[in-house]
T-cell receptor, first 114, second 109 residues
Framework: IAGITQAPTSQILAAGRRMTLRCTQD?????MYWYRQDLGLGLRLIHY???????GKGEVPDGYSVSRANTDDFPLTLASAVPSQTSVYFC?????????????FGPGTRLTVL | GQNIDQPTEMTATEGAIVQINCTYQ??????LFWYQQHAGEAPTFLSY????GLEEKGRFSSFLSRSKGYSYLLLKELQMKDSASYLC??????????FGKGTSLLVTP
């Protein structure tokens, strides 16, 4: 069982380019999340999905979009990357979005926008 | 709004006990989580508290006081491998976890 995987592991991207970060989980979790982690700022929620077919905005959604066509996949797209989007991106999933259900994190994608 | 505070850095000696505090002010409360994150790795779940009191899990314990908006993570018999960041996160009345900025713990010989 892989759990939750992310691709790519790292990427250097020119500003203005489009980029999709991939996230796949095999735990049949209903809820999935995208966070970015920056030094001194901690983990901040970008977008979330409580169940397949639904998405919502988190704390820092501008410049990012997501889709949830099925239970397993939750890609994050940067339509036109900017240097301030340089960060480590973590995808997470949980059985549901409430109560004691723990969020499990993927290994992360380190993105550098030049 | 959400406000979650924890110390930025702590240092402790191998074999000792360390307590990492977390205070929070959130709109609603549906539980508090502690995560451990080693440098360059993903956060991993340590503990969950939703009722007041102490939850013990091996060398790690977590305490919650909802009336005070306060939690702590207690690490006993510290080992070098415990050097990591410890993240406090609160689930409010919504769906997501609100994370503090993390406490970087350095365990020295």
């Amino acid at each position: 069982i892989a759990g939750i995987t992310q691709a790519p592991t790292s990427q250097i991207l020119a500003a203005g380019r489009r980029m999709t970060l991939r996230c796949t989980q095999d735990m049949r979790h209903n809820a999935m999340y995208w966070y970015r982690q920056d030094l001194g700022l901690g983990l901040r929620l970008i977008h979330y999905s409580n169940t397949a077919g639904t998405t919502g905005k988190g704390e820092v959604p501008d410049g990012y979009s997501v889709s949830r066509a099925n239970t397993d996949d939750f890609p994050l797209t940067l339509a036109s990357a900017v240097p301030s989007q340089t960060s480590v991106y973590f995808c997470a999933s949980s059985r549901t979005s409430g109560g004691p259900d723990t969020q499990y994190f993927g290994p992360g994608t380190r993105l550098t926008v030049l | 709004g959400q406000n979650i505070d924890q110390p930025t850095e702590m240092t402790a000696t191998e074999g000792a006990i360390v307590q990492i505090n977390c205070t929070y002010q959130t709109s609603g409360f549906n539980g508090l989580f502690w995560y451990q994150q080693h440098a360059g790795e993903a956060p991993t779940f340590l503990s969950y508290n939703v009722l007041d009191g102490l939850e013990e899990k091996g060398r790690f314990s977590s305490f919650l006081s909802r009336s005070k908006g306060y939690s702590y993570l207690l690490l006993k018999e510290l080992q070098m491998k415990d050097s990591a960041s410890y993240l406090c996160a609160v689930r409010d009345s919504g769906y997501a976890l609100n994370f503090g900025k993390g406490t970087s713990l350095l365990v020295t010989p």
